[in-house]
């Protein structure tokens, strides 16, 4: 909230809207410190795919309604194309390549067996919304992760892969999210592109 009124200008005696010049943006993506010069309300989405490259968060509907966009933004499921420059100032900032080191964490691999993809669009974002529900409870019932994904929308496999991948999980109970094998890389086993 501090941040968000240093940007804001009092116009008539009242708070206006995010300045437009530009400011230093610090934030951490992934662990690591990054500080950007940016107009305050440039879209998170833009700054992830643009400046930093980081292109598995997908665009799509742009108006929060598909979820394709989805990271964490403290910890919480956000979507990137709604969240502006300002907002992320020195908050912690997830995307999905964050996620897992080398190897496929419990979410990616679940989807990876149970094919609850096709083009893969939707995936990235699906992953994080989950993600979100794991980091709140490590042991969610098939209800709650259903729960998690309210907000993303899949365009080609009928959902029936995605619940499959769901029942896994709630039915494995896993403890943590993080690599539990060793399939190999991430970007081997499900390539980026820069769509
Ligand atoms: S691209 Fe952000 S919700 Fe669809
Ligand atoms: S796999 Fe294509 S949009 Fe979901």
Do not use: H
């Amino acid at each position: 909230m501090e941040n968000d009124l240093l940007l804001c200008r009092r116009v008539n005696g009242r708070v206006a809207s995010p300045m437009p010049s530009p400011f230093t943006l610090t934030f951490t993506v992934n662990g690591q410190t990054v500080s950007l010069e940016v107009d305050p309300t440039r879209r998170l989405l833009d700054i992830l795919r643009k400046d930093l490259g980081l292109t598995g968060t997908k665009v799509s509907c742009e108006i929060g309604r598909c979820g394709a966009c989805t990271v964490l933004l403290d910890g919480k499921p956000a979507n990137a194309c709604l969240i502006m420059a300002y907002q992320c100032a020195g908050k912690p900032v997830q995307t999905i390549e964050g996620v897992a080191d080398e190897d496929l964490n419990a979410i990616q691999r679940a989807f990876l067996e149970e094919g609850a993809f096709q083009c893969g669009y939707c995936t990235p974002g699906m992953i994080m919304a989950l993600e979100a529900v794991f980091r709140q409870k490590p042991k969610p019932t098939m209800e709650e992760l259903k729960e998690g994904l309210t907000g993303n929308l899949c365009r080609c496999t009928g959902y029936s892969g995605i619940v499959r991948a769901l029942d896994r999980l709630s039915r494995r109970r896993v403890e943590s999210t993080r690599a539990i094998d060793r399939l190999g890389s991430f970007r081997r086993a499900w390539p980026d592109t820069q769509r």
